[in-house]
């Protein structure tokens, strides 16, 4: 994965979903870029590449969005997107193997996926960080099971929004230098990446 | 001996970063977050231009009408305030038989700001601006919108640059002490105040105990006369009402539902009243 042109969508993503994604906002529920690019570098690059392309992007989200809870507000608190959205990765990097990496549906569904999970370590690590008596959870009296709902209502949002994003995304693959093809040589021998 | 990898040793320093106390953490993140949005801002701010010119907030005007309207809002809310102030003075005069002459909060000065970035917090937003400290921005300040509604308070640790608004709907906020006015009085010179407690409810709305046999009714106007905030909050909108229903747990009592005045998703720019002194 050539890291210039992915760092530069993962910025745009960050971005955009900061402060353009309410255009799409329905009930309170935002669909999030961020997990969409993640989701595709994790489907189609080199899984190394990929679980660290996925832990900056969360840490990109960690700092831009703080917890507005507790006496310390606002808190950038440094973990719960960086673990979720690489959590999320892992989850990805599991299932792509039984998808069709070049359909965007594909893309959707894994967008939806990572969302899921991202949002599940997130509701985690926040429920552990409200023991402690100046990090209130995000949540405050609400509780946590409601905050993961919300959670799957934006990762439902985020895989309808992936499959329009995906097919550019998909369209965009060569500029990001996945590997594309595993190749034999005829002869048999051992498999080799062959780039596009 | 194996290797551990590089991403393993990456995941557990984040780890060990997620659990440390927030008094560790804060004030090198906020750094960390505002030198990470130097370059980001002026995009962000241009998504934001585009998200408001495509999804304007409601009610939206035409230009010209939306200043006059923001114009006469703004005076409403000055005289809002003067009112407060003329009832104080009154309560004196009765007291110590003497006419005092109190000045106005002359120190406070207002700081154009745009919004940067919007998130969802404790049921309300959170909305970072491109002003801090070198503008004289400081914890606790109130941030207006569209002339005298309260959009929030400036949060604690804000940055040279940048600042983070705190809704009045986020439960951060705790309760308010507000007074309400009936839509029908909102211009009469004597008009009747109710004074209630206001509470975030979590979910983007404020909620007030009140009387059942009280004028309160849906659409009248919340406006802050609190002690602990600054006095160039006070006689300024918090909200509106939107219903009024009888308390489930005590039959007797009843609740108005407030609808915050300032709508987070259609706010591109607000002023910051900034008064010297000011404290969260």
Known sequence: MRWAPALGVLLVALVLDVSFMGVLELGGVTPRLVCVVVAFASMQAEPGAARWYALLAGLLVDVSEPSMAGPRAPLYLIAPWTLGVFFGSEAVLSFRGVVVRKNPLSLGVLACVLALSAGLLWTAWWALRSWYPDSPAPWGSGSALGEFGTHMLMAMSTGVCAVPVGWLLLRSSALWGFPSVIGRQRGGGQARIIRE | ?280
């Open chain 2, 1 to 280: 001996m194996r290797r551990i990898p590089p991403i393993v040793i990456a995941v557990a320093f984040v780890m060990l970063l997620g659990v440390m106390p927030a008094r560790w953490v804060a004030p090198w993140s906020s750094d960390l977050s505002a030198v990470l949005w130097v370059p980001l801002s002026p995009l962000a701010h241009a998504g934001t231009s585009v998200r408001l010119w495509l999804r304007p907030g409601n009610g939206a005007s035409r230009e010209a009408d939306a200043s006059v309207v923001e114009e006469r809002d703004r005076f409403r809310g000055l005289w809002h305030a003067e009112q407060i102030k003329v009832q104080e003075l009154e309560k004196r005069l009765r007291a110590y038989e003497v006419a005092a002459k109190t000045s106005r909060d002359g120190n406070a000065r207002f700081a154009a700001a745009s919004v940067l970035t919007r998130s969802a917090s404790g049921g309300g937003f959170a909305l970072k601006l491109n002003c801090g400290s070198r503008f004289g921005v400081a914890a606790g300040d109130v941030v207006l919108f569209g002339g005298d509604a309260i959009a929030g308070r400036i949060a604690p640790e804000v940055g040279v640059v940048t600042s983070t608004v705190v809704s009045v709907a986020d439960r951060a906020s705790g309760r308010v002490d507000a007074y309400i006015t009936p839509a029908a009085q909102e211009g009469a010179k004597r008009a009747e105040s109710i004074s209630v407690q206001v509470v975030p409810d979590g979910r983007g709305q404020l909620r007030a105990d009140i009387d059942l046999g009280s004028a309160v009714a849906p659409g009248d106007m919340v406006r802050v006369r609190d002690a602990a905030w600054p006095q160039g909050a006070q006689g300024m909108r918090i909200g509106v009402v939107r219903e009024v229903r009888r308390k489930d747990a005590q039959p007797l009592r009843g609740e108005a539902i407030i609808d915050p005045a300032v709508d987070g998703a259609s706010v591109g720019e607000v002023v910051v009243r900034v008064s010297n002194g000011g404290t969260p």
